[in-house]
């Protein structure tokens, strides 16, 4: 009796250690993700909690505005930085829901008829 109430108690105390063990596999932090010109137009998932860095590279004598999100409670921003022509925001996934990230790059120095290029980038939070 003695021999299965410590079975028992072993397989008990194992199966506590694999239920811990996939916890910590979750709560492990997602990687960065880094977007910028070359996803214009384009749609990408997140997970609540991941971060997103959009840069967008300039000159610099043409200002690029920097990237902001159309829903703050959905991805909201921790860093800003602009820097000789180029910007950057870094976002943090806080809520479910889809925003657009959006941008654009005008120009102070060019000559002629000039239009802006827009930046907009569709994230979903899941």
Do not use: Y
């Not at 860095?53 to 990237?67: D, E, F, I, K, N």
């Not at 910007?87 to 959006?102: C, D, E, P, Y």
Request: with cysteine; hydrophobic share 40%.
């Amino acid at each position: 009796m003695r021999r299965i109430a410590c079975l028992v108690a072993g397989l008990a105390l194992l199966v506590g250690l694999v239920g811990c063990a996939a916890a910590a596999a979750n709560t492990k932090p997602k990687p960065r993700v880094e977007a910028g010109w070359s996803d214009e137009g384009k749609r990408i998932t997140l997970a609540i909690g991941q971060s997103l860095r959009v840069t967008l590279t300039g000159q610099t004598c043409t200002a690029t505005s920097v990237p902001v999100a159309s829903d703050k409670a959905v991805l909201q921003a921790e860093r800003v930085g602009s820097n000789e022509g180029t910007s950057w925001t870094q976002f943090a996934a806080r809520h479910k829901g889809s925003v657009v990230i959006t941008a654009t790059h005008g120009s102070s120095c060019q000559i002629g008829d000039f239009k802006p290029e827009k930046f907009n980038l569709t994230v979903v939070v899941r």
